[in-house]
């Protein structure tokens, strides 16, 4: 499938297959001999005002629907000449003489300064006349590799005004024009000396050509994956393709009308995917083509001292290239495909099921809910939406796409899917009730990954009128809280002496606790944030730079990541932490200005460097990335892939420093606690919504599945709910 992208340029014109005359370059940068493109609108028809480039069938609107409105190729005509000259040179035929009158006299030289083949007469003639007698000449009949010198080319002359030449630029028409015509056809135009304008072109069409180093091997590398990937959907199809005949043979007659309906659908998929990924691969071909064919166009052009042959061509060839340059730009190099295509069979189905035996799939792990489940929230009676992955390229994914809630008493609500690219859906519900709910998203009736989700319906909050509802007495300075489904309360606590996690009952009643003073596994130097994953209960410790993680209901040590250190993996107090609900746990490394994030088991993923301490971590259901900066008094919001720094802000009201503590909930809203003893909640587009002062030491923050708002205030030893 690969196109052969060498950048061959010839000097004979695609439609009569002679050297160019007159040539004009469309704006797709194919040229063709004025006659013949001519020729092809009369074809097409004299109404329609446009002309279908013969090379790429690009339609081309002609300036005033005429053809002679299109750009004139003076390099093209130049360089036409030049290798018909040299034709004759080395063809060795005879070549009558240019100068002679009447004569059939055969030619021997070529004068390059005139532009004539001689005779021997006029050879001699030559070097007796003074003014001739410096002029280069060329023997004729030399060998194929023979390198014509420079030939002087006539200046072109100005069509209104034939004997005046072309030596000025008007930058307003963007033409090449006469002096005589600078009064008054480019009255008050500015305009410049061709020559001095031609080096500007020049150098601009280099910088064209530097501009798209970059183009060409990645998206021809991307070409050689794409064609690979064409010969693994291949080989995967029909290995399916003989599970299936083997299996439908063991059935016999009764599930052979269901054979072929399977053959059909995997024919189907296997389509789906190969029309997918050539319709990529034409692209990038496409893509590689413009990209040769200008940038050897610019590079030959720009070596040309001719300005008349540089400003005829230089604004087509440098649009074409920024045109391409920022196609790839937007264009994606992997492909957007995978070529798996799986088989389900059952040989031990009943008669009575034959007709739904068996099922042709696409791998389910490429699906998968993006963004949306970083917050186990919704509010009832509005929309919470869900961005789903769908595997790049295929159409008909949507198609096949299925979300819905199941509340817990078994009752069902339909979700709405809106596809919106190729590889990316929205799945949407509005619950209708509070109490709790299971999304879930299936293509061709199997879960996508991520699939069941739990979800919390809670009433609409008024943050405005935001009141204390209930104080959780901890005893000892705490720094981190966590609510888990059931309603427990958690809270770190640290007193030097004391050192563990207090889990109280909704009451505010003390049940248990998890953990005890010391270095080794389940002990603590001084618990600080805390975290609820399901059943899973993480808590970062200040002291002993690493993050324990437990059974949240009967607080069994399970396993522990991290160390003292500024390495991947290691921490220098770790302090606040958050999910993003796809199974990456993320942790503020405070004294080394990051967050790392890992996954759930501690294996180590990547960092997010912020431009301070690190003291909180929150992700909203975007996916974004929000980062609380003690030191900086402000927030840092980071892209969900982690790589792209998005935003900086703070309360525009002011009494916003030392921050400690970040939570956002369904909507948007965010909570951000200080030090300094305040509560912010600030509205999805951060203005103040509502100020709580008059606490002290404010560190973590936690939401519970009703919306209520969690906060450690250390100073008084206590968490505070809202």
Known sequence: MAENTSPGITMTCEICSEYYTDPLMLPCLHSFCKKCLIKAKEKQGSADTSLKCPTCDISVNLPDGKIEGLTQNLWFEHKSKEASIKKKIVSKEAVLCDKCDDSSDAAVVYCCDCGQFLCDHCKKGHKRNKKEANHELVDLGREESFELPAIKHDEKCCPRHPKAELLFYCYDCEVMTCLNCLPTKHKDHAYEDCIDVGVTARKALKESVASCDGVIPPVTEAIANGEKMLEQIATHKEEVRQEIKETFEELKAALDKRCNDLLMETEEIASAKRNSVEKQLDGLCKLVKQVSHGRHLASSVSERTDPGEILSVKKLITNQLEECIEEYKKLPLEIEENEVIVARLDTSTLSKEINEFGNIIVDIDAYSIDSGLAIPLATVKKERKFKVSLPAGIDKAANYLKGSFIKSDGSKEEGRVAKINNNTAIVSCTPQSTGGYELSVTIRGHHIKGSPYQLSVKASRDYTTLTNQRSFNVGSGTYGVAVHTNGEVFASSHNGEFE???????????????????????????????????????????????????????????????????????????????????????????????????????????????????????????????????????VQVFSPDSKTHLDTYNNPAGNFNNLNGIAIDDEGYIFVSSYNGYLHVLSPDRKQVKLISGLSSLWGLALDKDGYIYVAESGNNRIMKY
């Open 500 to 634: 563990f996690v207090q889990v109280f009952s909704e009451d505010g009643t003390a049940v248990r606790r998890i953990g005890s003073k010391g270095n080794g596994n389940g002990q603590f130097d001084w618990p600080w944030s805390l975290l609820l994953v399901g059943d899973r209960l993480y808590v970062s410790d200040n002291f002993l730079h690493r993050v324990q993680y437990f059974s949240a209901t009967t607080g069994q040590y399970i396993g522990q990541f991290g160390s003292n250190g500024n390495e991947n993996g290691q921490f220098y107090h770790p302090r606040g932490m958050s999910t993003d609900g796809k199974g990456n746990i993320l942790v503020a490394d405070y004294n080394n200005s990051r967050v790392q994030v890992f996954k759930e088991d501690g294996t180590f993923v990547q960092v997010i460097q912020c431009d301070g301490n690190a003291s909180d971590v929150a992700v909203d259901n975007e996916g974004k990335i929000h980062i609380t900066i003690r030191s900086q008094h402000h």
